[in-house]
Structures are given as C-alpha cells and as structure tokens.
C-alpha cells in the first residue's frame, strides 16, 4: 500500500511529504491503510502543505495526516467527525518551532488564496501546529484541482 500511495503523491508533484508521515499513526507507531477511495481527497490539502513548505525554505512535519476510527478514538479532544478520518486534513508544524510565526502567515495567505480560487480550504489553529482540511463541503469535487 504505502508504495502505491507513495507513487500517488509522486504523480501530483508533491515534492516535500512522504506517503510514510500522512498515515502514520504516531502514537501507534504504525501505519494505517486509508482506502483507495480515500486517496483523492488528500492531494488538495497536501498541495498547499506542499507549497507552504517551498514557501517556508525550512522542514515542516505532518504530525498527523489520515486516521480511521479506531486511532481517531484514542486521541485526546479528537471530534467524531474529524475530516482526518476522510484523509482530507493535515496537521503541520515546522521542525524548527522558531519558526511558527512565519510558517502561519504562509498558510494563512494559501488558504486565503485558495479559497479565493472557490476551494473549500479551512484552517483551525492549535499551539504548535496548524490543521487545514480542503474539501469537507458536500457537493465540492474530491480531489479538486489546486495550482499555485
Ligand atoms: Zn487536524
């Protein structure tokens, strides 16, 4: 699975993140299988991830990508319905936590952008990582196209 997917990412021109830390399931320590049907809905947020990383020159960790129900159980203050279980939402951090400021304004200006391209791109902020999510709305296409 995680070459597939790994090649899947690859073919969208995600340059920075690997297949590996958008499953991974950290407290497990394990990775987890998102259905086929799933893996479309990760390319938009994983897009902007993407050039929010080129935008910042410095490493920036997914500390928590795709979750089926089980893990998402076991996480503190975790909603029910988190868009993590429709692998559509990323948590971000930069590696050097200097640089979170920075590293906010970026993804504030893309989802910014984005949505101003019609994208359905949502931004929740926690202390030391920002979550975005692309394409919760019912009726958006999954997997919408995103280019900056
Ligand atoms: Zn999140």
């Known amino acids: 699975m995680i070459d597939e997917l790994q ?20 407290r497990w320590n394990k990775l987890l299988s998102p259905d086929r049907d799933l893996w479309d809905n990760v390319i938009p947020a ?3 991830a993407d050039c929010a990383r080129e935008a910042l020159g410095a490493p920036v960790r997914c500390a928590s990508g795709y979750r089926d129900s089980r893990y998402n159980g076991v996480l503190p203050g975790a909603s029910p319905t988190s868009e993590h279980l429709f692998f ?9 936590p200097t640089l979170m400021d920075r590293f906010r304004e970026i993804m504030i200006a893309l989802v910014e952008y984005a949505r101003s391209q019609g994208v ?16 919760a709305a019912e009726g958006k296409p999954r997997g919408s196209r ?3």
């Open 88 to 96: 559509r939402a990323l948590d971000l951090q930069p590696v050097d």
């Open 46 to 48: 994983l897009t902007i």
């Open 7 to 26: 090649a899947f990412i690859d073919d969208h021109g995600i340059n920075h993140f690997g297949a590996d830390e958008i499953v991974r399931a950290r």
């Open 146 to 148: 995103l280019s900056f």
């Open 120 to 135: 359905d791109a949502r931004m929740i902020h926690y202390g030391t990582f920002v979550h975005v999510d692309v394409g």
